[in-house]
């Protein structure tokens, strides 16, 4: 059974969630592109603070690409699952440096020339429509972190507590982990939404523009 009919009402749904906890501080929204971004713009529009994207791409296994052994981000950030020690340097150099290619190609597409929003002093709130092994989150907290950010919050509407527990503790990748639902049986992201139809890159770049116009 669905838990979510669409991204805009786990938006909704999580933005009422941060408001039951409380998030402190200079709060910037960031969006994971793409799926998380239509979350993102509705808690933006809750919490009245800016929203941008944190530039993230998966590091998938070269005979199964769904299946993450990382993941890369903006300011050159790189964190690797245990599921790299399967693979050579040589693979894993040759995996990143594809994705690196598409990460710059997409920084250009749903940025353009925009800067990215300051985050120095900032708390960053990071924001996808789920989280399963948490790399591409993990590579967004490392990016917020290289940027100024002085807390980190990564929220979810959905998030196994294996992955909750690996991005908080114990590294502190993220000062704080939240989600809506918190399934010890996790299949995939898209189980857990009646709509997971694809987002697009002008979707994303769309929602952008309309909040910084």
């Given at each position: 059974m669905s838990a979510f009919r669409d991204r805009a009402d786990a938006g909704r749904r999580l933005a009422a969630r941060l408001m039951e906890t409380g998030v402190d501080g200079d709060v910037v929204v960031l969006g994971l592109p793409r799926g998380g971004v239509p979350v993102a713009a509705e808690i933006a529009a809750v919490l009245g603070a800016p929203l941008d994207v944190i530039v993230v791409r998966k590091l998938g296994h070269p005979d199964q690409p769904e299946y993450a052994f990382g993941a890369i981000g903006e300011?050159?950030?790189?964190?690797?699952?245990?599921?790299?020690?399967?693979?050579?340097?040589?693979?894993?150099?040759?995996?990143?440096?594809?994705?690196?290619?598409?990460?710059?190609?997409?920084?250009?597409?749903?940025?353009?020339?925009?800067?990215?929003?300051?985050?120095?002093?900032?708390?960053?709130?990071?924001?996808?429509?789920?989280?399963?092994?948490?790399?591409?989150?993990?590579?967004?907290?490392?990016?917020?972190?290289?940027?100024?950010?002085?807390?980190?919050?990564?929220?979810?509407?959905?998030?196994?507590?294996?992955?909750?527990?690996?991005?908080?503790?114990?590294?502190?990748?993220?000062?704080?982990?939240?989600?809506?639902?918190?399934?010890?049986?996790?299949?995939?992201?898209?189980?857990?939404?009646?709509d997971f139809s694809p987002t697009t890159d002008d979707e994303v770049a769309v929602l952008l523009s309309a909040w910084t116009a």
């Open positions: 300011e050159d950030t790189r964190v690797l699952t245990g599921g790299s020690r399967m693979l050579s340097a040589a693979q894993i150099e040759r995996v990143g440096a594809a994705e690196s290619a598409e990460l710059d190609r997409r920084v250009r597409r749903l940025r353009g020339d925009r800067p990215p929003v300051p985050l120095t002093g900032k708390t960053a709130l990071i924001v996808d429509d789920g989280i399963a092994t948490g790399a591409t989150a993990a590579a967004a907290c490392q990016v917020a972190r290289a940027r100024g950010a002085t807390k980190v919050v990564v929220a979810a509407p959905v998030a196994p507590p294996g992955a909750i527990t690996d991005l908080a503790d114990p590294e502190r990748l993220a000062d704080e982990v939240i989600a809506v639902v918190t399934p010890e049986t996790f299949s995939a992201v898209g189980s857990w939404y009646d």
